[in-house]
């Protein structure tokens, strides 16, 4: 489930729940799509405490002196997310073949600190066969932390049990999920200093990438129809091959 809780106005970006010190800073235009920005990333979103899908702990500060893209998504989700996957993993499959493999990292972090643990999160990066991006996740204190930031607000929601009676069973419990979370989908880049450099918003378009079949079974109705028809705005691999060669200087896909 998606929410989109932003406004581009005047030259400024605004995130609801952001203190004015954090929506500080200039947003342009991306030529290539998406806003280019100039923002210092506070030491207790860069320290926030993340996971792998081993269990070791993760921070955004490891990876100074690395441009960073970043994603969020949760494992259960049947609209959307399986969507940004297929798109991260074709990025950062384009990454480990370019010249700048060792400047760019890519991450898709959970917004599920209930759900999403670094077992899950193994299985599902699994259905992928693909380890070229990494999959995070965290406690429900530390995503909050960490996604809070960037804009996308996090947000548990109940099922009705007339929803339930419709939603497909898990992927991998078989079983029908009780709620879902509520966020903002995004894709940001970090620069190698850490400063908030990039953001798209929108519905991941994958194109004609491939889903794993036990997710795509996994999709509700409007996930299949999200996966055949992208709902506008929408954010595509291309855009942030664009946004990689203005921040990191270095040409990422086609």
């Known amino acids: 489930m998606k929410k989109f809780l932003f406004a581009l106005a005047a030259g400024s970006l605004v995130f609801a729940g952001t203190t004015s010190s954090q929506a500080a ?15 210092p990333i506070p030491a207790n ?11 070791k702990k993760v921070t955004l500060a490891q990876y100074k002196g690395q441009t960073v893209v970043i994603a969020d998504f949760l494992t259960t989700c049947q609209e ?13 499959d384009a990454v480990a073949a ?12 959970s917004v599920d600190g209930w759900r999403d643990s670094a077992s899950r999160l193994k299985a599902y990066q ?9 999959v995070l996740g965290g406690t429900t204190a530390n995503l909050n932390t960490f996604w809070s930031y960037f804009g996308a607000s996090i947000q548990k929601v109940a099922y009705s049990a007339a929803d339930m009676k419709k939603l497909p069973a898990d992927w991998q419990t078989g079983k029908v999920n009780t709620f879902d979370i509520s966020h903002t989908d995004e894709v940001v880049v970090v620069g ?16 004609k990438a491939v889903i794993p079949a036990k997710l795509k ?31 990191a200087g270095v040409k990422v896909g086609a």
């Open 45 to 55: 979103v860069l320290n926030a405490p993340l996971f792998n899908i081993n269990g």
């Open 126 to 134: 699994g259905l992928f066969g693909d380890y070229n991006w990494s």
């Open 98 to 109: 370019s010249s700048g493999k060792s400047k760019i990292a890519v991450l898709e972090v």
């Open 192 to 207: 190698p200093k850490q400063t908030w450099s990039w953001l798209d918003l929108g519905n991941p378009n994958p194109g």
């Open 25 to 39: 800073g200039s947003a342009t235009a991306a030529p290539g799509g998406g806003t280019f920005l100039s923002q």
């Open 217 to 247: 079974a996994f999709l509700s109705d409007d996930g299949l129809s999200n996966l055949a028809h992208p709902q506008e705005p929408s954010w595509t691999p291309s855009a942030v091959y664009s946004a990689l060669k203005a921040v």
């Open 80 to 92: 959307i997310c399986p969507m940004t996957s297929a798109n991260m993993r074709q990025i950062g």
